[in-house]
T-cell receptor, first 115, second 113 residues
């Protein structure tokens, strides 16, 4: 059963610490998305990649956030330094545009709490 | 640019009854896709139903169906014979050929026993 895998599922950290979230997309999917979900802002697109290259990261605070795809099986989202306002659930999704009506398959999310 | 609007922040329905969730969208794309996702308390985003904009026939998946009105840019979700397990937040989304999605703010649906 193919699925998007995100680690860790939960992360509690202190303000100022570096946080790294990981995502393993579904094998064969060439597009990866990072979303942030909060009560106030809803579901926001932070960045997305196609064939490991960033296509759009306009939703991401550049001063502290960075997203990369070291290889086709791993996407990372880093926050350095973290702040309490970064507390949210971060979702990764993968897709293969042009197939399956562009369906995005979501991971279970990483719940981040910055104290 | 795409926008998706869900005007109903919260809704409730009695078990076994029918409920309709509203969604309107705007897009400059000629070819696009529309989706409804369900997010239960577990937080997992689950695809409920999808519709290709070029298809006139409304999509149906078991108890879930859509009313797609392309000219009005409306894409509502009907849930028939509501079940307690349908309690969740529902997101409407539009998606371009390039794969980028825009999501609405969500509608929290509560199914009451």
């Amino acid at each position: 059963d193919a699925r998007v895998t995100q680690t860790p599922r939960h992360k509690v950290t202190e303000m100022g610490q570096e946080v790294t979230m990981r995502c393993q997309p579904i094998l064969g999917h060439n597009t990866v998305f990072w979303y942030r979900q909060t009560m106030m802002q809803g579901l926001e697109l932070l960045a997305y990649f196609r064939n490991r290259a960033p296509l759009d990261d306009s939703g991401m605070p550049k001063d502290r956030f960075s997203a990369e795809m070291p290889d086709a099986t791993l996407a990372t989202l880093k926050i350095q330094p973290s702040e309490p306002r970064d507390s949210a659930v971060y979702f990764c999704a993968s897709a293969k545009p042009g197939t399956e009506q562009n369906i995005q398959y979501f991971g279970a999310g990483t719940r981040l709490s910055v104290l | 640019a795409q926008t998706v609007t869900q005007s109903q922040p919260e809704m409730s329905v009695q078990e076994a009854e029918t409920v309709t969730l509203s969604c309107t969208y705007d897009t400059s794309e000629n070819n696009y896709y529309l989706f409804w996702y369900k997010q239960p308390p577990s937080r997992q985003m689950i695809l409920v139903i999808r519709q290709e904009a070029y298809k006139q026939q409304n999509a149906t998946e078991n108890r879930f169906s859509v009313n797609f009105q392309k000219a009005a840019k409306s894409f509502s979700l009907k849930i028939s014979d509501s079940q307690l397990g349908d309690t969740a937040m529902y997101f409407c989304a539009s998606n371009t050929n390039a794969g980028k999605s825009t999501f609405g703010d969500g509608t929290t649906l509560t199914v009451k026993p």
